[in-house]
């Protein structure tokens, strides 16, 4: 089975603090993503890479950026944490061309900034 | 951007019997897929349907697909209690070579034992 790691279940971050959310899957899947879930909104695409070193905006990328330096590995960064990306966030992958496939999640982290 | 709207938002049944949840959506799609989480985990793929089928099953899962009505709906039939989860309905469309997958905002499901 493929398996979706992201390395924090919790997290407290202070305002202003840099915070990296790691997500590391074991398949060699070229397509990663980044959501971001609250509740009463769903899920909201953040960002999604389809190949290393690619990138490409979602929903709601403001305040984040992402970095895709090996293909098993996908990271979140709040340049500086604020209380409104206090968050669980999710990352999920999929292999390029298995369209008729569902993505696989990771059990996500959630965040608190303080 | 929101793309499925489930409804209801919570359902609250004996075990045994079945649940069905809707889900609507609002542009072409390339595939509907639902997806079930437990309370604070990560979700988890239950199945998906492609814009050119109108049934599909799955164990104790149906799922039908209306592309005229923008519409689908999940059959949990014969209900446990370890069906109890949030499910969520999310669309795929193409841009280019790449997918977004657009999710809604979920049915929370309490299966009573």
């Known amino acids: 089975d493929v398996k979706v790691t992201q390395s924090s279940r919790y997290l407290v971050k202070r305002t202003g603090e840099k915070v990296f959310l790691e997500c590391v899957q074991d398949?060699?899947?070229?397509?990663m993503f980044w959501y971001r879930q609250d509740p009463g909104l769903g899920l909201r695409l953040i960002y999604f890479?389809?190949?290393?070193?690619?990138?490409e905006k979602g929903d709601i990328p403001e305040g984040y950026s992402v970095s895709r330096e090996k293909k098993e590995r996908f990271s979140l960064i709040l340049e500086s944490a604020s209380t409104n990306q206090t968050s669980m966030y999710l990352c999920?992958?999929?292999?390029?061309?298995?369209?008729?496939?569902?993505?696989?999640f990771g059990s996500g982290t959630r965040l608190t900034v303080v | 951007s929101q793309q499925g709207e489930e409804d209801p938002q919570a359902l609250s049944i004996q075990e045994g019997e079945n649940a069905t949840m809707n889900c609507s959506y609002k542009?072409?799609?390339?595939?509907l897929q639902w997806y079930r989480q437990n309370s604070g985990r990560g979700l988890v793929h239950l199945i998906l349907?492609?814009?050119?089928?109108r049934e599909k099953h799955s164990g104790r899962l149906r799922v039908t697909l209306d592309t005229s009505k923008k519409s689908s709906s999940l059959l949990i039939t014969a209900s446990r209690a370890a069906d109890t989860a949030s499910y969520f309905c999310?669309?795929?469309?193409?841009?280019?070579?790449?997918?977004?997958?657009?999710f809604g905002k979920g049915t929370l499901l309490t299966v009573n034992p």
């Open positions: 999920a992958s999929r292999r390029r061309g298995a369209e008729y496939y569902g993505y696989t």
């Open positions: 398949m060699d899947h070229e397509n």
């Open positions: 890479s389809y190949d290393v070193k690619m990138k």
């Open positions: 999310a669309t795929e469309v193409s841009g280019g070579s790449n997918y977004k997958l657009t």
């Open positions: 542009t072409s799609i390339n595939n």
């Open positions: 349907i492609r814009s050119n089928e």
